[in-house]
């Protein structure tokens, strides 16, 4: 009971943030620095995640931030990530695999396959192959803890969101199997299922007064979510107070109502 918070402390993890350079992301990073985590930012947006690594490192709190422009669909980018994370801060702990798309609102009956392709390949082969070299760095190095996201689109159907849906039903999947793969070799693999939140898709879509009403609405607590919200549940699976969970599914929803 006495070292319950210091479970939380994440002094010398080393953690990697794909989607890094803006929402989840760059909450997260944020977030686990001034924890005393490491971070790679990795974003298809460098610019962006330098940004962030940036806002970090002018904290004063030591140089705990590098930024890699990295598309997660391309094996190589994801294994540079691991390998930056490594040479410049000596190991890898953790690794929250966050960036995913929505391409687009079609039915199951108009989906445009290079849509269908585009979301597969980012939201699912993304976190995968990040997995492999997270994984593959754990293994050899005493473990370690790796969250993926998902979204309350992974347990629930939604109309013309085939895609989207389909892939975030993928992620769960890909979570659970993982997690089975490493349950007694020292990795622990979870999934975060966001409601709707304050991210710039989230305001793309809220300039339509109606819309933003509507995903008020749906979620019972009468509003959408923060990313701060999101990240201190990332944090915590990331961090020594989790130890015992794994392959398990963590909505952050508002009550949606995911199962």
Known sequence: MNDAYARLDMTGKVITITGGASGFGAESGELLAARGASVVLADINGAGAQAVADRINATGNGHRAVALKVDVANEADCKAMVDLAVSTFGGLHGGFNNAGVDT???????QPLENWQR?????V??????????AQHMLKHGGGSIVNVSSTAGVAGFPEAVAYCSSKHAVVGLTRAASMDFATRGIRV??????????????EAAKDPAMAEYMAKVHPMGRVGKPFEIAEMVAWLLSD???FATGGLFSVDGGFGVP
């Open 104 to 110: 687009g609102h079609f039915g199951a009956a108009d």
């Open 119 to 123: 979301s597969f390949a980012v939201n």
């Open 125 to 134: 082969t993304g976190i995968m192959l990040c997995m492999k070299y997270q």
């Open 190 to 203: 979870n999934v975060v299922l966001p409601g709707s939140a304050e991210t710039g898709i989230y305001f």
């Open 241 to 243: 107070a989790s130890t």
